[in-house]
Protein backbone atom coordinates (compact mmCIF):
# COMPACT_ATOMS: atom_id res chain seq x y z
CA UNK A 1 0.00 0.00 0.00
CA UNK A 2 2.97 2.22 0.58
CA UNK A 3 4.32 1.88 -2.73
CA UNK A 4 0.79 2.32 -4.08
CA UNK A 5 0.38 5.38 -2.19
CA UNK A 6 3.93 6.90 -3.94
CA UNK A 7 3.31 5.42 -7.27
CA UNK A 8 2.26 8.43 -10.07
CA UNK A 9 0.24 5.99 -11.90
CA UNK A 10 -1.49 3.58 -9.45
CA UNK A 11 0.36 0.88 -10.37
CA UNK A 12 2.90 -1.68 -8.64
CA UNK A 13 5.13 -4.76 -10.01
CA UNK A 14 4.97 -7.79 -7.91
CA UNK A 15 6.18 -10.93 -8.50
CA UNK A 16 3.83 -13.43 -8.70
CA UNK A 17 5.25 -16.09 -6.26
CA UNK A 18 5.43 -13.30 -3.63
CA UNK A 19 1.81 -12.91 -4.15
CA UNK A 20 0.93 -16.82 -3.71
CA UNK A 21 3.42 -17.06 -0.43
CA UNK A 22 1.51 -14.31 1.60
CA UNK A 23 -1.91 -16.32 0.70
CA UNK A 24 0.01 -19.52 1.96
CA UNK A 25 0.27 -20.89 -1.74
CA UNK A 26 3.25 -22.84 -2.97
CA UNK A 27 2.25 -23.11 -6.29
CA UNK A 28 -0.68 -21.63 -8.56
CA UNK A 29 -4.02 -22.42 -9.81
CA UNK A 30 -7.64 -21.22 -10.27
CA UNK A 31 -8.01 -21.37 -6.45
CA UNK A 32 -5.37 -19.60 -5.91
CA UNK A 33 -5.55 -16.81 -8.35
CA UNK A 34 -8.84 -15.97 -7.61
CA UNK A 35 -7.77 -16.31 -3.62
CA UNK A 36 -5.50 -13.18 -4.35
CA UNK A 37 -8.28 -11.24 -6.41
CA UNK A 38 -10.62 -11.19 -3.50
CA UNK A 39 -8.17 -10.37 -0.71
CA UNK A 40 -6.82 -7.57 -2.88
CA UNK A 41 -10.51 -6.13 -3.63
CA UNK A 42 -11.08 -5.84 0.16
CA UNK A 43 -8.15 -2.92 -0.30
CA UNK A 44 -10.06 -1.90 -3.41
CA UNK A 45 -7.13 -3.20 -5.43
CA UNK A 46 -6.93 -5.77 -8.97
CA UNK A 47 -4.22 -7.90 -9.74
CA UNK A 48 -3.93 -8.00 -13.65
CA UNK A 49 -3.65 -11.79 -15.07
CA UNK A 50 -2.53 -11.67 -18.47
CA UNK A 51 -4.95 -13.39 -21.16
CA UNK A 52 -2.34 -14.14 -23.75
CA UNK A 53 0.43 -16.29 -21.79
CA UNK A 54 0.76 -18.78 -19.11
CA UNK A 55 1.63 -17.39 -16.08
CA UNK A 56 5.29 -18.59 -14.33
CA UNK A 57 5.64 -18.43 -10.30
CA UNK A 58 8.75 -15.72 -11.48
CA UNK A 59 6.24 -13.65 -13.74
CA UNK A 60 5.97 -10.25 -12.75
CA UNK A 61 2.30 -9.06 -12.29
CA UNK A 62 0.59 -5.40 -12.25
CA UNK A 63 -1.41 -4.10 -8.87
CA UNK A 64 -3.36 -1.13 -9.52
CA UNK A 65 -5.81 0.49 -7.70
CA UNK A 66 -9.56 -0.42 -8.68
CA UNK A 67 -9.84 3.95 -8.99
CA UNK A 68 -6.65 3.72 -11.79
CA UNK A 69 -7.61 5.04 -15.12
CA UNK A 70 -6.16 2.02 -16.74
CA UNK A 71 -8.60 -0.53 -15.24
CA UNK A 72 -11.41 2.02 -16.04
CA UNK A 73 -10.12 1.57 -19.46
CA UNK A 74 -11.16 -2.35 -19.21
CA UNK A 75 -7.41 -3.49 -19.38
CA UNK A 76 -3.75 -3.13 -19.50
CA UNK A 77 -2.70 -2.99 -22.86
CA UNK A 78 0.81 -1.28 -24.39
CA UNK A 79 -1.77 1.58 -26.37
CA UNK A 80 -2.39 2.46 -22.90
CA UNK A 81 0.83 4.31 -22.43
CA UNK A 82 2.07 5.12 -25.80
CA UNK A 83 -1.16 5.70 -28.26
CA UNK A 84 -1.43 9.50 -28.86
CA UNK A 85 -4.51 10.79 -28.44
CA UNK A 86 -6.70 9.83 -30.66
CA UNK A 87 -9.01 11.69 -33.06
CA UNK A 88 -12.52 11.64 -32.13
CA UNK A 89 -13.94 9.88 -35.28
CA UNK A 90 -11.26 6.70 -34.88
CA UNK A 91 -12.55 6.89 -30.80
CA UNK A 92 -16.00 6.89 -32.57
CA UNK A 93 -15.58 3.87 -35.02
CA UNK A 94 -14.14 1.95 -31.73
CA UNK A 95 -17.36 2.94 -29.32
CA UNK A 96 -19.61 1.35 -32.56
CA UNK A 97 -17.29 -1.61 -32.62
CA UNK A 98 -17.61 -2.22 -29.03
CA UNK A 99 -21.55 -1.68 -28.73
CA UNK A 100 -23.65 -4.95 -29.56
CA UNK A 101 -27.22 -5.83 -30.27
CA UNK A 102 -28.68 -8.05 -27.74
CA UNK A 103 -30.92 -10.46 -28.61
CA UNK A 104 -34.00 -12.10 -26.56
CA UNK A 105 -37.40 -13.78 -27.17
CA UNK A 106 -39.22 -10.69 -26.49
CA UNK A 107 -37.26 -8.82 -28.78
CA UNK A 108 -33.79 -6.35 -29.22
CA UNK A 109 -31.49 -4.12 -27.33
CA UNK A 110 -28.27 -2.47 -27.24
CA UNK A 111 -25.10 -3.26 -24.74
CA UNK A 112 -21.36 -2.72 -25.08
CA UNK A 113 -18.56 -4.56 -24.50
CA UNK A 114 -17.23 -3.48 -21.22
CA UNK A 115 -14.00 -5.88 -20.08
CA UNK A 116 -11.62 -7.90 -22.18
CA UNK A 117 -12.76 -11.16 -20.62
CA UNK A 118 -16.29 -10.59 -22.85
CA UNK A 119 -18.55 -8.90 -20.01
CA UNK A 120 -21.22 -7.03 -21.58
CA UNK A 121 -23.46 -4.33 -19.86
CA UNK A 122 -27.47 -3.72 -20.98
CA UNK A 123 -30.57 -2.50 -20.10
CA UNK A 124 -32.36 -4.37 -17.08
CA UNK A 125 -35.36 -4.34 -19.08
CA UNK A 126 -33.78 -5.48 -22.15
CA UNK A 127 -32.85 -9.10 -20.78
CA UNK A 128 -35.64 -8.78 -17.71
CA UNK A 129 -37.62 -11.89 -19.29
CA UNK A 130 -35.17 -13.87 -19.51
CA UNK A 131 -34.00 -13.36 -15.67
CA UNK A 132 -36.81 -15.28 -14.85
CA UNK A 133 -36.07 -18.45 -16.53
CA UNK A 134 -33.05 -19.66 -18.71
CA UNK A 135 -30.06 -16.71 -18.48
CA UNK A 136 -29.37 -17.39 -21.87
CA UNK A 137 -29.50 -14.24 -24.63
CA UNK A 138 -27.55 -13.94 -27.77
CA UNK A 139 -25.39 -11.18 -28.70
CA UNK A 140 -24.46 -9.85 -32.21
CA UNK A 141 -21.28 -8.10 -32.89
CA UNK A 142 -20.53 -6.59 -35.96
CA UNK A 143 -23.91 -6.61 -37.03
CA UNK A 144 -24.31 -6.49 -41.16
CA UNK A 145 -20.53 -6.49 -41.47
CA UNK A 146 -18.30 -8.72 -43.19
CA UNK A 147 -16.79 -10.03 -39.43
CA UNK A 148 -20.43 -10.08 -37.85
CA UNK A 149 -20.58 -12.78 -35.37
CA UNK A 150 -23.54 -14.25 -32.66
CA UNK A 151 -22.64 -15.60 -29.63
CA UNK A 152 -24.04 -16.75 -26.38
CA UNK A 153 -24.24 -14.79 -23.49
CA UNK A 154 -25.21 -15.50 -19.54
CA UNK A 155 -26.89 -13.20 -17.38
CA UNK A 156 -25.02 -12.77 -14.73
CA UNK A 157 -26.27 -9.54 -12.51
CA UNK A 158 -29.57 -7.13 -12.94
CA UNK A 159 -30.45 -4.59 -10.74
CA UNK A 160 -34.11 -3.56 -11.51
CA UNK A 161 -34.22 0.27 -9.57
CA UNK A 162 -31.32 1.49 -11.88
CA UNK A 163 -32.16 -0.65 -15.05
CA UNK A 164 -28.60 -2.08 -15.70
CA UNK A 165 -27.51 -5.57 -16.23
CA UNK A 166 -24.19 -7.58 -16.69
CA UNK A 167 -24.00 -10.13 -19.34
CA UNK A 168 -21.21 -12.55 -19.73
CA UNK A 169 -20.26 -13.97 -23.52
CA UNK A 170 -19.60 -17.49 -22.85
CA UNK A 171 -16.69 -17.66 -25.94
CA UNK A 172 -13.67 -17.80 -24.26
CA UNK A 173 -11.98 -14.82 -26.38
CA UNK A 174 -10.16 -11.49 -25.93
CA UNK A 175 -12.55 -8.86 -26.50
CA UNK A 176 -11.43 -5.01 -27.27
CA UNK A 177 -13.87 -3.23 -24.74
CA UNK A 178 -14.98 0.52 -24.11
CA UNK A 179 -12.87 2.85 -22.45
CA UNK A 180 -14.86 3.84 -19.54
CA UNK A 181 -15.00 7.64 -18.75
CA UNK A 182 -16.29 9.68 -15.78
CA UNK A 183 -19.49 10.64 -15.92
CA UNK A 184 -18.63 13.50 -12.71
CA UNK A 185 -16.40 15.21 -15.86
CA UNK A 186 -19.47 16.03 -17.58
CA UNK A 187 -20.59 19.39 -17.98
CA UNK A 188 -23.89 21.37 -19.70
CA UNK A 189 -23.96 21.46 -23.61
CA UNK A 190 -20.58 19.01 -23.85
CA UNK A 191 -21.34 17.18 -27.21
CA UNK A 192 -22.22 13.78 -26.27
CA UNK A 193 -23.23 10.27 -28.64
CA UNK A 194 -25.75 7.83 -28.09
CA UNK A 195 -24.91 4.64 -29.80
CA UNK A 196 -26.85 1.37 -30.12
CA UNK A 197 -29.76 -0.29 -32.66
CA UNK A 198 -32.76 1.56 -32.31
CA UNK A 199 -35.98 -0.43 -33.96
CA UNK A 200 -33.54 -2.90 -34.57
CA UNK A 201 -31.19 -0.97 -37.00
CA UNK A 202 -27.47 -1.69 -35.75
CA UNK A 203 -24.46 0.25 -35.77
CA UNK A 204 -26.64 3.56 -35.33
CA UNK A 205 -25.42 6.78 -33.82
CA UNK A 206 -27.13 9.86 -33.00
CA UNK A 207 -25.03 12.89 -31.71
CA UNK A 208 -26.19 15.70 -29.17
CA UNK A 209 -25.18 17.58 -26.20
CA UNK A 210 -26.00 17.41 -22.19
CA UNK A 211 -29.01 18.95 -21.43
CA UNK A 212 -28.38 18.59 -17.38
CA UNK A 213 -25.08 16.53 -16.58
CA UNK A 214 -26.91 15.44 -13.04
CA UNK A 215 -30.67 15.37 -12.95
CA UNK A 216 -32.86 13.05 -10.65
CA UNK A 217 -35.43 10.97 -12.92
CA UNK A 218 -37.79 8.03 -11.07
CA UNK A 219 -35.62 9.01 -7.90
CA UNK A 220 -32.30 7.98 -9.53
CA UNK A 221 -29.62 10.14 -10.36
CA UNK A 222 -29.55 10.02 -14.36
CA UNK A 223 -27.42 12.04 -17.40
CA UNK A 224 -29.83 13.80 -19.44
CA UNK A 225 -29.26 14.67 -23.17
CA UNK A 226 -30.78 15.07 -26.56
CA UNK A 227 -28.55 12.60 -28.29
CA UNK A 228 -31.86 10.47 -29.80
CA UNK A 229 -32.64 7.84 -27.67
CA UNK A 230 -35.36 5.11 -28.98
CA UNK A 231 -36.63 1.60 -28.98
CA UNK A 232 -34.01 -0.56 -29.38
CA UNK A 233 -31.53 2.05 -28.54
CA UNK A 234 -31.85 0.67 -24.47
CA UNK A 235 -28.63 -0.51 -23.24
CA UNK A 236 -26.33 1.13 -25.44
CA UNK A 237 -23.58 3.16 -24.52
CA UNK A 238 -23.35 7.12 -24.29
CA UNK A 239 -19.69 8.40 -24.70
CA UNK A 240 -17.80 11.68 -25.10
CA UNK A 241 -15.47 12.81 -27.93
CA UNK A 242 -13.07 10.46 -26.90
CA UNK A 243 -14.43 7.20 -27.07
CA UNK A 244 -15.16 6.76 -23.64
CA UNK A 245 -18.26 5.25 -22.01
CA UNK A 246 -20.25 7.89 -19.34
CA UNK A 247 -23.44 6.16 -19.37
CA UNK A 248 -26.00 3.66 -20.21
CA UNK A 249 -28.71 5.07 -22.50
CA UNK A 250 -32.04 3.64 -21.14
CA UNK A 251 -35.06 5.87 -21.85
CA UNK A 252 -36.39 9.12 -23.26
CA UNK A 253 -39.78 11.04 -21.80
CA UNK A 254 -42.53 10.84 -24.60
CA UNK A 255 -41.45 13.36 -27.76
CA UNK A 256 -39.68 15.69 -25.87
CA UNK A 257 -36.27 15.68 -27.54
CA UNK A 258 -34.30 17.01 -24.93
CA UNK A 259 -35.67 14.03 -22.15
CA UNK A 260 -33.24 11.09 -22.80
CA UNK A 261 -31.83 9.68 -20.12
CA UNK A 262 -28.68 7.38 -19.11
CA UNK A 263 -27.37 6.16 -15.97
CA UNK A 264 -23.87 7.36 -15.27
CA UNK A 265 -21.42 4.31 -15.60
CA UNK A 266 -20.26 5.02 -12.01
CA UNK A 267 -23.35 3.03 -11.27
CA UNK A 268 -21.97 -0.39 -12.73
CA UNK A 269 -18.31 -0.23 -12.33
CA UNK A 270 -18.78 -1.98 -8.65
CA UNK A 271 -20.92 -4.92 -10.01
CA UNK A 272 -18.14 -4.97 -12.85
CA UNK A 273 -15.30 -5.38 -10.61
CA UNK A 274 -16.82 -8.10 -8.52
CA UNK A 275 -17.40 -9.92 -11.80
CA UNK A 276 -14.05 -9.60 -12.84
CA UNK A 277 -12.99 -10.39 -9.25
CA UNK A 278 -14.52 -13.67 -8.96
CA UNK A 279 -13.82 -14.73 -12.52
CA UNK A 280 -15.94 -16.18 -15.51
CA UNK A 281 -16.97 -19.97 -14.46
CA UNK A 282 -17.78 -19.03 -10.80
CA UNK A 283 -20.23 -16.08 -11.76
CA UNK A 284 -21.91 -18.19 -14.43
CA UNK A 285 -22.86 -20.76 -11.26
CA UNK A 286 -24.18 -17.92 -9.82
CA UNK A 287 -27.87 -17.32 -8.47
CA UNK A 288 -30.10 -14.30 -10.19
CA UNK A 289 -32.78 -13.43 -7.83
CA UNK A 290 -35.55 -13.03 -10.49
CA UNK A 291 -37.27 -10.14 -8.44
CA UNK A 292 -34.55 -8.03 -8.23
CA UNK A 293 -31.10 -8.83 -10.23
CA UNK A 294 -29.49 -9.49 -6.96
CA UNK A 295 -26.43 -12.00 -7.66
CA UNK A 296 -25.35 -14.60 -4.96
CA UNK A 297 -21.87 -16.23 -5.39
CA UNK A 298 -23.42 -18.41 -2.67
CA UNK A 299 -25.20 -21.23 -3.94
CA UNK A 300 -27.83 -23.03 -1.79
CA UNK A 301 -29.98 -25.61 -1.89
CA UNK A 302 -32.87 -23.29 -0.36
CA UNK A 303 -32.17 -19.32 -1.23
CA UNK A 304 -33.77 -16.44 -0.32
CA UNK A 305 -32.19 -12.92 -1.84
CA UNK A 306 -30.73 -11.26 1.10
CA UNK A 307 -31.12 -8.22 -0.98
CA UNK A 308 -35.23 -8.18 -1.17
CA UNK A 309 -35.96 -10.59 0.70
CA UNK A 310 -37.47 -13.23 -2.28
CA UNK A 311 -37.14 -16.77 -1.80
CA UNK A 312 -37.87 -19.90 -3.30
CA UNK A 313 -36.63 -23.72 -3.90
CA UNK A 314 -34.17 -24.12 -6.64
CA UNK A 315 -34.77 -27.13 -8.85
Same mark, same amino acid.
Given at each position: ?70 ? +? ?9 ? =??? @?? #???? *?? &? ?64 ? +? ?9 ? =??? @?? #???? *?? &? ?133
Amino acid at each position: MYEMNISQDNIVNIRLSNLLKGLGYESYNDTALQDIQLYLHKYNLFAYFPLDKDLDCNDTLKIMSLNSPVF +RSGGITKSNYS =EPK @RS #TQHA *IQ &NAVDATVQVITDKGTGSGFIAHETGIVVTAFHVVASRAHSDRRVLIRQYAEKENEEVSEAIIVKGH +RKLDYALLWLL =EDE @RY #TPLP *IG &NPRDLHYSQTVYAIGCPAGLPNTISKGIVANPCVKHNEVECIQSDAAIDHGNSGGPLINEQGEVVGVNLWGIGNYDAAKFSIPIDYVLEDLRDAVAYGKSRSLRTLLCPSCGFLDYNCRSDWFCINCGYQFQLD
